[in-house]
């Protein structure tokens, strides 16, 4: 797939997605989350509160983010399934604070407080939302 492609479908408002998290057991987790962008063709950013999707990336640092964008039906809907691996959990700094501050615009201090780090992921694979049979 088109990474370039991915990142502008990835980036609009429209857009909803969807990471799933494993912790070392093997427990599953699968959580909407608006705030993740992303920064360039390998890389996806985005804020975490203290919830069961961070403490599972603590655990295991791989994941997975399904990016949907609707259409008039089904078959007209847009995505992309990307695989990722945690970089790095920033706790305080520039990037954490943008992401806070955006959040206060949008849904205020109380959701923009329960903020506790930015992640940075690496995207290591990119796959069609759903892939033709073989």
Known sequence: MDRKSVM???NKKTRIGALATSNKNGDVNSAVFGSPRMIDEDTIIMAIGDNRSFQYLQENPKASFIVL???GSPAEWKGARLYLEV???ERYGEVLDSFREAIRKMAGDKSANAIVAAI???ITDVRPL???LS
Request: hydrophobic share 40%.
């Open 87 to 89: 970089e790095t959990f």
């Open 8 to 10: 502008e479908m990835f």
């Open 120 to 122: 940075r992921f690496k």
């Open 130 to 132: 759903i892939a033709p």
């Open 69 to 71: 964008e609707p259409g």
